[in-house]
C-alpha cells in the first residue's frame, strides 16, 4: 500500500487544531521548558500546574498524592499531600556501586528510605516533595545518572537481558543498551537549564532534529533480549531487539515490532498485543533501524485519540506490510529472513553462581522491588554496605531482583558476611512462585491504580503457595503478575496468572499467558474478589497436578484444555 492511501487523519501531517491538547501542549512547549522552572519556586502549593506535570514526565517526574489520607485532607479542606515520583534512566539496569551509594543517599535524605527496583530494570524514588526535586536531579548527576526520557512522550530507558551465560556477550549487549539509549533521548537543553541551572545558549541549530516540536504521540520502549533468556518480555515492548549470536559474539538481531501490554476498562478499541518478528538485521545496522521505527511512530502515529496512539496500533490501523516498508524505506536496507532463536527462561537465577569468566554473580530476590529496611530485613542498609565493598556491578533484573554482579573471588566472603549478618543469605528461598511474581507500584501513590499491587502481593503469594503446596506443586514454577490497573506495568497479559485491579479489593483474573512470554493470556473472570480468585486458582492448579502432561507448564495446560468457565 502506498503512502497515499494510508489514512493520515490523525497523525503529524495534520494542522494542531486538528489534533488532540497534548499535541498543542508540546508543541507550544518550548522543547519541553515550559512554566517548570517558575513551578518549582511557587510555594504556595506543594505541586505544579497541570500543563507542567505533563512535561515533567518527559524529565522523568510524575505528580503523585499520597491516596491513603486523600478523602482525610479533602475533609479538612487541604490540599492533597502532594509529593512527586523521580524515575531513573538506567540503561540494561546497569549500575556501578558508586552509583547504588549514590542512589541510597538520595533515597534517605529524600525519598522516604525507600527505593523502587522497576519492572523496566530502573530505580524509582517516591515521596520526594518539590523542593527536594532538583537536589535529587543534581545528586544522579553527580554520578552520571540522569532521568531524561524515563517517562514521557519518547523513547524511554532501555533493556537488556540481564544476566546472560556469555559474559562478552552480557557486556556487548549491555554496552549497546547505553549506545542505543544515549542515541534515542530527546535532544533539548531544557533539561540542564532547568535541573543543573546551566545557561540558555542562543543557536541557530535545531534543538530536536529529530523528535521536532511534538516528539512521539505517545511513550515508546524498547528492549534487547539474549535466548535464551526472555526476561525482558520482548514481544511486550515497541521494538525489540532478539540477539543472534554467532562465534565471534553477537552477529545481528531478529527484529520485533508493536508490542504493548495497555488497555483500558471498557474500551474494546484498546489492547495488549504481542509484537510481529519482522526479520534480521546485521549488528551494524542497529541504529538506523531504531531511527526508522521510532520516525514511522512519529510520523504516522495518532496523535488525536490518545488512547489509540502506541504503535501497536500505528501497526493494526496502517497494516503490518505498509508499516515493514516504511521502516525499510528508512533504513535502507530490507530486511533479512530471521533467524532461529529460542527462548526456554523468563526468570532469574537466584544464589550464588559463577561465571564464564571465573567471577561471581549473586541474584538476590527483592519482593515487589521493595528496597526498604524493615526490622527483620534491613535491605536498605545490607545493600549499602555491599557497595562500600563491591568493586563490580549491580545489575537490575526486569523481575524487580537485583544482580549483585563481577564479584571476584577474593571479595565473595565478604559479600557473604554481609548477606548473613542481614539475613539474606538464602538459608530459605522464596518459594517458585514468589520467586518470579510482579507487581506494579499501585497504591498509594499510583494515581491511575484502582486497587492494591506491590502492597497485596507478598499476603496473595502466601494463599495460593499453600494451594500450590496442598496439589503437590510448590517446585511448579508459575509467573504470577498484579497490576493495580489495565495499564499492564508489570506485564500482566503475558503472564500464566495475572490479576488487573478494577477496584478496591477487586480485580480481573486472567490465565493461560506463555510461561516465556510468547503467548497472550486471556480473560477469565472480571470484577471478583480474592475469594472467588483463590476458588477459581484452587479448581484450575487441582486439575493441572492431575492432568499435565510431562513437562507442560501450567499456562500451556490452560490454553489446551480451556479454563473451567
Known amino acids: 500500500m502506498s503512502t497515499t492511501q494510508i489514512d493520515r487523519s490523525t497523525d503529524l501531517s495534520q494542522p494542531l487544531d486538528r489534533l488532540g491538547p497534548d499535541e498543542r501542549l508540546k508543541h507550544d512547549s518550548d522543547y519541553l521548558r515550559g512554566r517548570i522552572a517558575h513551578d518549582l519556586i511557587d510555594r504556595i502549593t506543594g505541586g505544579v500546574t497541570f500543563e507542567s506535570n505533563k512535561l515533567m514526565k518527559f524529565h522523568g517526574i510524575y505528580q503523585q498524592d499520597d491516596r491513603d489520607i486523600r478523602d482525610e485532607r ?90 546472560p551465560a556469555d559474559s562478552a556477550i552480557d557486556a556487548e549487549i549491555a554496552a549497546l543498551s547505553k549506545q542505543l539509549s544515549d542515541h534515542v533521548i530527546p535532544r533539548t537543553r531544557g533539561y540542564h537549564e532547568i535541573w543543573y541551572g546551566q545557561e540558555r545558549v542562543a543557536t541557530s541549530e535545531e534543538e530536536e532534529p529529530f523528535y521536532g516540536k511534538q516528539y512521539l504521540p505517545r511513550k515508546f520502549k524498547i528492549a534487547f533480549a539474549v535466548p535464551p533468556s526472555n526476561d525482558v518480555d520482548v514481544y ?69 485519540h490518545r488512547p489509540r496512539a502506541r504503535f501497536k496500533y500505528t501497526i493494526d490501523d496502517k497494516g503490518l506490510a505498509f508499516v515493514v516498508g516504511e521502516i525499510e524505506r528508512r533504513m535502507g536496507a530490507t530486511f533479512e529472513p530471521a533467524r532461529a532463536t529460542v527462548f526456554t527462561a523468563n526468570g532469574d537465577r537466584l544464589g550464588w553462581h559463577r561465571t564464564d569468566r571465573g567471577l561471581f554473580n549473586y541474584g538476590l530476590h527483592v519482593e515487589s522491588g521493595r528496597v526498604v529496611d524493615t526490622d527483620a530485613t534491613p535491605l536498605l542498609r545490607a545493600l549499602r554496605e555491599i557497595a562500600r565493598v563491591h568493586d563490580g556491578h549491580f545489575r537490575l533484573t526486569p523481575n524487580q531482583n537485583l544482580l549483585i554482579a563481577g564479584v571476584r573471588p577474593e571479595r565473595k566472603a565478604a559479600i557473604e558476611a554481609i548477606l548473613a549478618e542481614h539475613g539474606l543469605a538464602g538459608d530459605e528461598a522464596p518459594s517458585a512462585l514468589r520467586r518470579g511474581a510482579v507487581a506494579c507500584v499501585a497504591l498509594p501513590t499510583c494515581p491511575l491504580a484502582m486497587a492494591e499491587a506491590e502492597r497485596y502481593l507478598p499476603a496473595l503469594i502466601g494463599k495460593v503457595d499453600a494451594i500450590l503446596a496442598a496439589n503437590g506443586l510448590s517446585d511448579a514454577p508459575i509467573t504470577l503478575r498484579i497490576s493495580g490497573c489495565p495499564n499492564g506495568c508489570s506485564r500482566p497479559y503475558v503472564a500464566e496468572i495475572a490479576l488487573t485491579g478494577r477496584a478496591p479489593g477487586k480485580y480481573d483474573l486472567w490465565l493461560g499467558g506463555g510461561f516465556h512470554g510468547e503467548r497472550l493470556n486471556r480473560l477469565h473472570s472480571a470484577n471478583i474478589g480474592e475469594e472467588r480468585i483463590l476458588e477459581i486458582l484452587g479448581a484450575e492448579l487441582s486439575r493441572y497436578a492431575r492432568e499435565r502432561l510431562p513437562g507442560e507448564r501450567f499456562g500451556d495446560f490452560v490454553t489446551r484444555v480451556g479454563a473451567a468457565a
Open 74 to 163: 479533602r475533609r479538612q479542606k487541604l490540599e492533597p499531600a502532594l509529593t512527586f515520583m523521580v524515575r531513573v534512566r538506567l540503561p540494561g539496569g546497569v549500575c556501578t556501586p558508586a552509583q547504588w551509594l549514590k542512589v541510597d543517599e538520595l533515597a534517605r535524605a529524600h525519598g522516604g528510605d525507600s527505593i523502587r527496583l522497576t519492572t523496566r530494570q530502573t530505580f524509582q524514588f517516591h515521596w520526594i516533595v518539590k523542593e527536594d526535586i532538583r537536589p535529587t536531579i543534581e545528586g544522579l548527576h553527580e554520578v552520571l545518572l540522569d532521568t531524561i526520557a524515563a517517562c514521557g512522550d519518547d523513547a524511554r530507558g532501555v533493556m537488556a537481558t540481564a544476566d
Open 236 to 304: 511486550t515492548q515497541d521494538l525489540g531487539f532478539i540477539a543472534v549470536v554467532g562465534p565471534h559474539g553477537v552477529e545481528g538481531f531478529n527484529v520485533s515490532i508493536g508490542g504493548g501490554m495497555g488497555r483500558a476498562d471498557n474500551d474494546p478499541d484498546t489492547y495488549p498485543r504481542l509484537a510481529d518478528v519482522v526479520g534480521f538485521i546485521a549488528k551494524d545496522r542497529l541504529l538506523a533501524c531504531a531511527d526508522a521505527v521510532i520516525g514511522v511512530q512519529r510520523d504516522y502515529g495518532n496523535r488525536v
